[in-house]
């Protein structure tokens, strides 16, 4: 897979890892020396959209996140974390099946939802985009676990576009291991809640086009 992505498209990538790194990330995730920070929304952040739209189905949701890189003031890219070095190497070896240029990555965290066994199957955290500014995303799944990811209809107008009232779910995406979903960041999306397996987690990639 090479080039940029089309606006509304949606590309699934396999086996995105070696299988000796989704153990190293699955040790390195689950040690007591590597930081989980609370995130009272997940997915909405300083970088991310304002308002939320509505959905039946959106919850509030809370979960932990581990930032590794993002933008700073002037778009410069600011390193958040003891482990930027390694992810790093890791999304370079895997840039060509990405589709992306590691270069253009301003935005890097790992995602962890736990258990949310008070909400209906099929609830989701708050419909976004993850930055405010044209972008690529790339979420690569950990592991196997329920809460897929929500695609939604809706796609945001940089740089000033204003955030739909309501969205319209387009499609889900199993959290499958090892594979990677790549889109438009224009497209509003949303994550899923896991209610039958003990952990959610992925990486979520943001690349300047």
Known sequence: MSGTINLCELVLVENVFPECSIKMLDSLFHSDEFPWYYCKSIGLNEHSIIRSPKHKNSVPSSGFSHLFCYPDTDNKLKINSNYWDL???????ASDKLGVDPKKLVRCKANLSTPQPSYPEGSFSSPHIDLQREHTVALIYLNNSDGDTVIFEEQHKFPDGKEPETVTIR???PHKENTALVFDGSI???????INRTKRINLNLDFEV
């Open 171 to 173: 499609e889900t995406i």
């Open 188 to 194: 509003y999306h949303s994550a899923g809640l896991p």
């Open 87 to 93: 992810i790093y190497e890791m999304v370079r070896v």
